[in-house]
């Protein structure tokens, strides 16, 4: 089982690694359109690394109301838990 720390770390590598963003930009509270200036385009290509690293895929619906970096390590751990 994944912590959030654990998707956080991750998911800062693969903003890091995609985007070339620099580790110190990216924290919990960085607005991905905002802070790390990620556009449409770029948030597939994140849904896609997720899917990859996962195995599973976010709904697009559901990362609409994504904003923060924080939102999306939310949104992933809700996808990688086990259902109840």
Excluded: C
């Amino acid at each position: 089982m994944q912590t959030r720390d654990d998707i956080f770390n991750t998911l800062r590598d693969a903003l890091v690694e995609l985007f070339e963003l620099d580790p110190d930009r990216v924290s919990l509270e960085s607005n991905l359109y905002q802070d790390l200036e990620i556009d449409s385009i770029d948030a597939v290509d994140l849904i896609d690394h997720i899917k990859r690293q996962t195995g599973k895929k976010i709904a697009a619906e559901e990362f609409k109301s994504v904003r923060t970096v924080s939102d999306v390590v939310e949104a992933v751990y809700r996808l990688v838990q086990p259902a109840a």
